[in-house]
Structure formats: structure tokens, C-alpha cells
């Protein structure tokens, strides 16, 4: 699962450090846009490759999509109950393990029912190593809500909209009903000018488990997360976990601080 290594304590005397309290809003607002990765088309973003051990055994690395399935699962089916770690290539995949009926191969999804199963004939539909294949499926989300940056979706106003209906879980028999907790948090920034980002726990709580964020990403305990800061999380730390490469990316300031003024 997620490493709940603390990262090291901003150094103080770090030029980064310096340049965030020195800069005015504006040319902070401008470092931290030069500091975001470059996004890729809006068909290839959250797009991974999974190689652990597929190039050793002289096969191409699998590609996986994460807007492909969204429509389908919510993000806690795989990393809740498939127990996929967040981290792409850390968690043990096998061939022999998808054909038992785990992680990929598990009933209700590629198990030659529900989608195509581990045969040879189709083994090139995961292991391809193209991390666009697939693109041109993804005309058929042209109606979904816009958004202005990632896939270009807004996958939480899909879902509302009913336009989607992914499951929430694998479990036979298991009650689908949404725990509702719809706590918002204002976080207050660190920078000048910069206005206080929200974070509403119902959209999270919708498509993650508590135990998505709590304790490795997040400590639960009222202001003892520290170091939490645009600067780590452009590490993949804290909300880049999720919201650097799969999730709506960084770029799109306004969805966390809805008070900033984003041309």
C-alpha cells in the first residue's frame, strides 16, 4: 500500500523556500505552472504502462487505462478491494495470479465473462506497450461534462448527471449505498494572496474509501498533517498522489480554490 514515509521538513534556507515567501502571488502563481509536469493529450492522460517484470520476461509492458474504466469502477474497486497500490509497478501482478481470479482476472472483470479473459489471442490488448492504445474509443465520451484540463472531463458532474454509473464494489450481494460524509475542509495557503483551498469529502468519498487517504497520505488527527504545501505535493505527496497524473491535474486551480482568479 501507500508508504507513510514523512518527506523531510522543508529546509528553511532552500531557495525554493525563500522564492515562495519573496515572490508576489503572481509570480509565484507563474513558478508553480513552469514547476507542473506537461500534461499529455486529453485521450493519454492517466494513461500508465505497467512493466515490473513484462520486458525481463520478453513480453511488452501493459497499458492501462484509467478514463477506459472510470465509467465502470470507481477508483476504490481496484484500489480498495483489488488492492492495486497507487503506485504503478509496486504491486506483484502475475499472469498465473489474473488467471486464479485476482487483481485484473477477477469475476466481474477480465475474467472472459464480463470483459476479455487471459487468453493467448488476446493478449495484445494489454500487453501492447502503447500507452495511446486505445484512443480511438475515446470519441464516445464527447457528451461527458467538460473540463479544462486532464481528460478533459469532469467525471464527479458525469456521475451526477447519471450519465455514468460505476460500481462501487465487487462484492456479491454487497449494499451499493454511498457512505455519506460531507464534511468540507478550508485550507487555508501559505502564499500571499493566494486564496484558501476547499476540500469537499462527498466528491472523494464517492469514488475512494477513507482508508484511501487516512492515515498514510493524510493523518487524521486535526493539524497534525505537516508539510503539507504546493511544493510536496508536486512530489506526488498528499493530494499528488492522486491529482499530479490520474486525477484532474494541478493545472486546473480553481477546482481547489475556487476564489482564484485563473485565466
Not at 124 to 142: L, R, V, W
Not at 159 to 174: M, Q, S, V, W, Y
Not at 176 to 189: C, G, I, R, V, W
Not at 192 to 218: E, G, M, Q, R, T
Request: glycine share 4%; aromatic share 10%; net charge positive.
Amino acid at each position: 500500500m501507500i508508504s507513510n514515509t514523512r518527506p523531510n521538513r522543508l529546509n528553511i534556507f532552500s531557495p525554493v523556500f525563500i522564492l515562495m515567501l519573496l515572490l508576489p502571488a503572481a509570480a509565484s502563481a507563474q513558478w508553480f505552472d513552469d514547476a507542473l509536469p506537461p500534461l499529455p493529450p486529453p485521450a493519454q492522460y492517466g494513461n500508465i504502462l505497467i512493466d515490473r517484470t513484462s520486458t525481463k520476461a520478453g513480453e511488452k509492458p501493459v497499458t492501462f487505462s484509467h478514463w477506459s474504466h472510470r465509467s465502470k469502477y470507481t477508483c476504490k474497486v481496484c484500489h480498495t478491494e483489488l488492492e492495486f497500490d497507487m503506485k504503478v509497478n509496486s504491486t506483484e501482478i502475475t499472469e498465473e495470479r489474473n488467471k486464479n481470479g485476482q487483481y485484473c482476472g477477477t469475476q466481474q472483470c477480465h475474467d472472459g465473462k464480463a470483459a476479455f479473459g487471459h487468453t493467448k489471442e488476446n493478449c495484445p490488448k494489454c500487453h501492447n506497450g502503447d500507452i495511446t492504445y486505445g484512443k480511438e474509443n475515446f470519441d464516445k465520451t464527447s457528451k461527458f461534462p467538460a473540463a479544462p484540463f486532464g481528460n478533459k472531463i469532469n467525471w464527479s458532474l458525469a456521475a451526477k448527471k447519471k450519465l455514468i454509473t460505476p460500481k462501487t464494489t465487487l462484492r456479491e450481494n454487497a449494499d451499493e449505498k454511498q457512505e455519506s460524509f460531507e464534511k468540507k475542509l478550508k485550507l487555508e495557503a501559505d502564499w500571499n494572496n493566494i486564496p484558501a483551498a476547499v476540500f469537499p469529502h462527498d466528491k472523494h468519498n464517492y469514488w475512494l474509501d477513507c482508508s484511501s487517504c487516512h492515515p498514510d497520505l493524510f493523518n487524521v488527527k486535526k493539524k497534525t498533517t505537516k508539510h503539507f504545501s504546493m511544493v510536496y505535493l508536486l512530489q506526488g505527496k498528499f493530494c499528488g498522489a492522486c491529482h499530479l497524473k490520474i486525477a484532474f491535474p494541478m493545472n486546473d486551480c480553481k477546482r481547489c480554490h475556487p476564489g482564484i482568479n485563473q485565466q
